[in-house]
Structures are given as structure tokens and as C-alpha cells.
């Protein structure tokens, strides 16, 4: 704010997940600079609920949040610009993400041979023998120290050096070292797409930067497609009800589908609250609600698009989802063409 005139910036200190979705719907661009898949996918999935088709299946213009999004990892790194709707969302291309690597058991427990494994032992196997059960929790210092501690005497066993306290940290919270000029060429790649997008001065990159200078420098833009059937950025999962059916039984439904898994969800429907988990007072003003049928609360209409919010479970991993489902009511006239033939 001080070196451009004219520049407003409105710091917030909170997790992403509390600010309720009508603030991220003020934006008109989102440029992340997140830390891990869980918030990418969770701002992604924020974005993504803004989205509405037409009839056709297109998505409405006014209804797409653009998104920047940048990261790095020691001397590798990637920019992208999403198009909710046009080009792939996060979630379209989740399978860019290979699952972490780990150390086989045998190595820890036999054959140390780096820092790492010593850590690893101390957090892995260590750990559960002395504690039984009880889960690690990365983010309190006092068992971070605890397992630390374990790992110097087993590195000290072994005649291993190099086991410190924030390599400790490094390795159990799967942390790579941050090389400023990475973030520097990766955040610029960034801001340079968000001035696209907002100027309208050039095309963006289509749509997948990845920069790389382990050894020499290489970059290369990589043109992804959407995935059609993709749950957070296309039209939104088809959900049949009669008309009957109350807003609890609905919830209810959303925890037991096979392709949503959310539990414990908040319903809205343009952008009217049917009903709030929380805070406690929005819970309060919307429980009544439970108790109508959907049909009533949507208006009556034949079908109709609603966003679900909740926890979704995959991988025996807790995330917080916000899901776009398409409702249409059994027997009601006006159904569209594919609503009848289903019928039919
Ligand atoms: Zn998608």
C-alpha cells in the first residue's frame, strides 16, 4: 500500500475455512498461494459452487470465478489459471498429486541410514509402542520435541548424523525447504495471469505452468482437459427426490451417497440458508426447516440446484467439501428431457 497509490489490502487472520462463502463471492478473481492439496481443493471446491449452468450445460459467464494458482517445492514449481467450468479445475486433474513417499517399515525399524529414517522411526514406530494408540498431533510442539528427542538417541545409536530439531519437523510434517527464487519467478508468473484475467490485456496460459531449475532451467505449459463427469466444477451430481421428502431426510441422503460422502451438511439454495450446522444461532433460525419437504423449500419448482457444505470422507481423510447437486422432484410437470426419460 505504500509503494502503490491507490492500493487497498485487507489483511484477515483466520483459517480459509471460517469466512463464510459470501465473502469469496465478493472477489472477482481468486489468486491462491495455499500450502497443501486440502486448501487448494477446498478454495477450489468454494469457487466452483459459484459456477451455474444453463440448459445447455454451459456454464453462465457471470457465474465463473477465475482462480490463479501457484506453488512450489524446492526448486520446482507451477503456476495455473482455472476457469471454473472451461478449463480443469484443482479437483479435474487431483491425480497430478502422486501419494507421498514413505520409507519401508524394514529400513526404519533395521537398517537406518539418513536422518530421516531415525525421524521416521521415532514418529512411526516409537511413537504407537510408547503411546498405544493415542495419534501423533504434528502441530503440538511438545510431542514434536518428544519425538525429536527420540530420534537423536536412535540416530546416536546408529552413529547417524544430521537429526535436528526442524529437520524433525521437516520430515514429519513433510515439509520441503523453500528456495526464494522459486517462490519469486513462480509468484510473478502468478501476479502476471491475475493481471490478464483482470485487464484483459493478453490470453492467459492455457493452462498449466511448471517451472523446474533443479539442474539448467526448464519450463513448459501443458494444456489439461476438464473431467466431464467431475464433481465439484460440472453441472453437479443428479439427485432424484419425491416430493415428500423433508430437508433432514435429504441431509441424511448426502451422508449415505456413493459419490458425496458428506456428512454433518449445511444446504443452501440461492443463497438462502436452509440449513446451517453453524454457528449456533444460524443453526437455531434454520432447525425448523428440517422438518419441511425440499420441494417447498426450493420453491416448488421442478428442479433446481442447491450447494451442500459439509465434511466429505475419502481415504479415511476428513476434508471440509462444498458440493453442487442438481435436485429434481419425481412427477412434477416441467421436468426436463432427461428427467423424463428416466421416468419413462
Ligand atoms: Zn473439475
Avoid at 485487507?10 to 465478493?26: A, M, Q, T
Avoid at 512411526?124 to 501423533?136: C, M, N, R, S, Y
Avoid at 523446474?212 to 513448459?220: A, M, S, W, Y
Avoid at 419425481?330 to 432427461?338: A, E
Wanted: with cysteine.
Amino acid at each position: 500500500m505504500e509503494r502503490v497509490t491507490g492500493v487497498n489490502i485487507v489483511p484477515h487472520f483466520c483459517r480459509i475455512e471460517d469466512k463464510p462463502l459470501d465473502f469469496y463471492n465478493d472477489f472477482n478473481i481468486i489468486a491462491l498461494g495455499l500450502d497443501s492439496v486440502e486448501a487448494r481443493s477446498y478454495i477450489n471446491a468454494v469457487a466452483c459452487s459459484f459456477l451455474e449452468y444453463d440448459e445447455n450445460d454451459n456454464p453462465k459467464e457471470e457465474t465463473i470465478k477465475p482462480m490463479v494458482d501457484g506453488g512450489t517445492e524446492g526448486f520446482k514449481g507451477h503456476a495455473r489459471v482455472i476457469i471454473p467450468g472451461k478449463t480443469p479445475c484443482f479437483e479435474c486433474t487431483i491425480w497430478l498429486f502422486p501419494p507421498q513417499v514413505k520409507f519401508p517399515l524394514c529400513t526404519l525399524a533395521e537398517t537406518p541410514r539418513t536422518a530421516a529414517h531415525c525421524i521416521e522411526y521415532a514418529h512411526l514406530i516409537k511413537w504407537d509402542e510408547v503411546h498405544g494408540g493415542k495419534a501423533f498431533d504434528p502441530d503440538d510442539p511438545d510431542q514434536m520435541q518428544w519425538v525429536y528427542k527420540e530420534a537423536v538417541k536412535r540416530a546416536e545409536l546408529f552413529g547417524i548424523p544430521g537429526v535436528t530439531y526442524s529437520l524433525t519437523q521437516g520430515v514429519v510434517k513433510n515439509i520441503i525447504p523453500a528456495i526464494a527464487s522459486t517462490n519469486a519467478i513462480i509468484s510473478a508468473a502468478c501476479a502476471l495471469e491475475t493481471l490478464k484475467i483482470v485487464s484483459g490485456c493478453s490470453k492467459t496460459l492455457s493452462n498449466y505452468l511448471t517451472y523446474n531449475g533443479v539442474e539448467g532451467l526448464h519450463t513448459k505449459v501443458t494444456e489439461f482437459v476438464k473431467d466431464k463427469d467431475c464433481l465439484v466444477c460440472g453441472p453437479g451430481v443428479l439427485i432424484e427426490l419425491d416430493t415428500s421428502c423433508t430437508l433432514q431426510k435429504f441431509i441424511e441422503q448426502l451422508e449415505e451417497h456413493p459419490k458425496l460422502h458428506l456428512s454433518k451438511a449445511s444446504v443452501t439454495h440461492e443463497g438462502k440458508n436452509l440449513y446451517m450446522q453453524a454457528p449456533p444461532v444460524l443453526e437455531e433460525m434454520t432447525r425448523s426447516n428440517l422438518l419441511l419437504s425440499l420441494f417447498e423449500l426450493m420453491g416448488k419448482v421442478p428442479s433446481g440446484t442447491v450447494h451442500a457444505t459439509g465434511t466429505s470422507t475419502k481415504n479415511d481423510k476428513k476434508t471440509s467439501g462444498s458440493r453442487k447437486l442438481r435436485v429434481a422432484f419425481k412427477g412434477v410437470n416441467g421436468m426436463t428431457d432427461m428427467d423424463t426419460a428416466g421416468g419413462a
